[in-house]
């Protein structure tokens, strides 16, 4: 199974609205990432965990709060946002360590704030 | 900082004609490289990948690229290009560290 998957595919929410972005991945992976896109852009990386431990963070907004409950599963919780962090939201996973670093990516999800 | 750049921002294909994509990246040592592909509204996708060894790597849909080192180069070629490859193609480059570092993307338009 080389499939991450991520739950919503799509998701309105307004400026005062809490929601969260799932992430998952049976792969064995040891490494998570977010990774937010714009249109016609490449994507952005915001946050790595590694072995369950936040390891990078890309200098993010404090709305938004990444989480990683066990090695399969990441979360990114979303609060107060502005239309500006409308975006594509990609979630990534690969091996923590060796040579060949390869990040598989889940299909994302596409945020609307309104 | 290591940087990927792509130099082809947009690129105009008729179909049947022949592709070639540049990125060229800044790092000296041992590198890890990607080529992805976006089609229109539709996630990331692995066209190839190079970690070591022969350096013309063949990859999904008929698309190939070659490892250049004295270059610093990973160009991505396909000898006949087809409608359904009009997308945004992105290279990324591994130099450790966790950190993936993608080029700004070519956009290619294949006109039937």
């Known amino acids: 199974d080389t499939e991450v998957t991520q739950t919503p595919k799509h998701l309105v929410m307004g400026m005062t609205n809490k929601k969260s972005l799932k992430c998952e991945q049976h792969m064995g992976h040891r490494a998570m990432y977010w990774y937010k896109q714009k249109a016609k852009k490449p994507p952005e990386l915001m946050f790595v965990?590694?072995?369950?431990?936040?390891?990078i963070n890309e200098s993010v907004p404090s709305r938004f709060s990444p989480e990683c409950p066990n090695s399969s599963l990441l979360n990114l919780h979303l609060h107060a946002l502005q239309p500006e962090d409308s975006a594509l939201y990609l979630c990534?996973?690969?091996?923590?360590?060796?040579?060949?670093?390869?990040?598989?990516f889940g299909p994302g999800t596409r945020l609307t704030v309104t | 900082a290591q940087s990927v750049s792509q130099h082809n921002h947009h690129v105009i294909l008729s179909e049947a004609a022949s592709l070639e994509l540049g990125c060229n990246y800044s790092?000296?040592?041992?590198?890890?490289l990607f080529w992805y592909v976006q089609y229109p509204g539709q996630h990331l996708q692995l066209l190839l990948k190079y970690f070591s060894g022969d350096p013309l790597v063949k990859g999904i849909k008929g698309f190939e690229a070659e490892f250049i080192k004295s270059k610093f180069s990973f160009n991505l070629r396909k000898p006949s290009v087809q409608w359904s490859d009009t997308a945004e193609y992105f290279c990324?480059?591994?130099?450790?560290?966790?950190?993936?570092?993608f080029g700004t993307g070519t956009r290619l338009l294949v006109s039937p």
């Open positions: 790092y000296g040592g041992t590198v890890n």
């Open positions: 990534a996973s690969s091996q923590a360590t060796g040579r060949r670093h390869e990040q598989y």
């Open positions: 965990y590694s072995y369950e431990k936040l390891s």
């Open positions: 990324a480059v591994y130099t450790g560290f966790q950190k993936l570092v």
